[in-house]
């Protein structure tokens, strides 16, 4: 019933799900970028599945290795960010934050 690629289709697009629904729910700086983590670890499960079922398994491990450095790299600069944001400012509500103009 449940063979292999079900399971793994059902986990990417869990982790979309929740990805998705965290990065519209919350308004936290940090959780914003946690979402974003979540995000991308889908995406990274989505390449590694294709390149399963098409036969090219070194390619989507290559790209899935490229991804996640870059997503490592994103990651430590956003929450760097919101550090000095939360040091100048006070706060990491985005709401907050749009408000001030100038």
Same mark, same amino acid.
């Not at 990805?19 to 519209?24: D, K, R, T």
């Given at each position: 019933?449940?063979?292999?690629?079900?399971?793994?289709?059902?986990?990417?697009? $869990?982790?979309?799900? !929740? =990805?998705?629904? @965290? +990065?519209?729910?919350? #308004?936290?700086?940090?959780?914003? %970028? &946690?979402?974003?983590?979540?995000? &991308?670890? =889908?995406?990274?499960?989505?390449?590694? +599945?294709? $390149?399963?079922?098409?036969?090219?398994? /070194?390619?989507?491990?290559? &790209?899935?290795?490229? %991804?996640? !450095?870059?997503?490592?790299? !994103? @990651?430590?600069? $956003?929450?760097?960010?919101?550090? /000095? !944001?939360? #040091? #100048?400012? =006070?706060?990491?509500? %985005?709401?907050?934050?749009?408000?001030? #103009?100038?």
């Amino acid at each position: 019933m449940f063979n292999e690629m079900n399971v793994l289709m059902l986990g990417i697009l $869990g982790l979309f799900a !929740v =990805g998705l629904y @965290a +990065l519209l729910a919350v #308004r936290n700086l940090i959780k914003i %970028v &946690v979402a974003l983590q979540i995000l &991308v670890k =889908g995406a990274i499960m989505a390449f590694i +599945l294709a $390149g399963k079922i098409n036969g090219h398994m /070194q390619t989507a491990q290559s &790209v899935a290795l490229t %991804v996640i !450095v870059a997503d490592t790299m !994103v @990651a430590v600069i $956003g929450l760097a960010l919101a550090v /000095q !944001v939360k #040091r #100048r400012l =006070g706060t990491l509500d %985005v709401n907050e934050l749009t408000s001030l #103009r100038g």
